[in-house]
Nanobody, 122 residues
Framework: VQLQASGGGLVQAGGSLRLSCVAS????????MGWYRQLPGKQRELIAS???????NYANAAMDRFTISRDNAKNTVYLQMNSLKPEDTAVYYC?????????????????WGQGTEVTVSS
C-alpha cells in the first residue's frame, strides 16, 4: 500500500494550507489515518489522527487550528491547517494502517507517505 502526500508549500504566518494524502493498492479497509510532522532536529510527532468512523485525536499544537478529515470512498485523508505559525515549519507525513489483499491472502499494513514540506514565514 502506497501513500502519496501533497499540499505543502510556503505560506506567511497566519495563512492556511490544506494537505492531502491518498492511499493506493489492493486495500480492503483503512483503520486509522494520521498526520505527523518532523521539525528540524526533532523526532517525528503525531499531529492528528482519525479513525474510519470519524473519531479524531489532536496534539496540543494542533488543537483549535488544524482539522483532520477523511474520505473513506477515496482512501484519502486531509489536514486543514489554519493560523499557521513559523513553529509549524516542518515536513508533514501521513500514515495509515489497515488490511490489504496480497494475492489470496489478507495482510495488515502500516504505511507512510513520502512527506510534504511546510514552511511558514514570519
Amino acid at each position: 500500500v502506497q501513500l502519496q502526500a501533497s499540499g505543502g508549500g510556503l505560506v506567511q504566518a497566519g495563512g492556511s494550507l490544506r494537505l492531502s494524502c491518498v492511499a493506493s493498492g489492493s486495500i480492503l479497509t483503512i483503520n486509522v489515518m494520521g498526520w505527523y510532522r518532523q521539525l528540524p532536529g526533532k523526532q517525528r510527532e503525531l499531529i492528528a489522527s482519525i479513525t474510519r468512523g470519524g473519531d479524531t485525536n489532536y496534539a496540543n499544537a494542533a488543537m483549535d487550528r488544524f482539522t483532520i478529515s477523511r474520505d473513506n470512498a477515496k482512501n484519502t485523508v486531509y489536514l486543514q491547517m489554519n493560523s499557521l505559525k513559523p513553529e509549524d515549519t516542518a515536513v508533514y507525513y501521513c500514515n495509515a494502517d489497515g488490511k490489504y489483499w496480497s494475492g489470496d491472502y489478507l495482510r495488515v499494513f502500516n504505511s507512510w507517505g513520502q512527506g510534504t514540506e511546510v514552511t511558514v514565514s514570519s
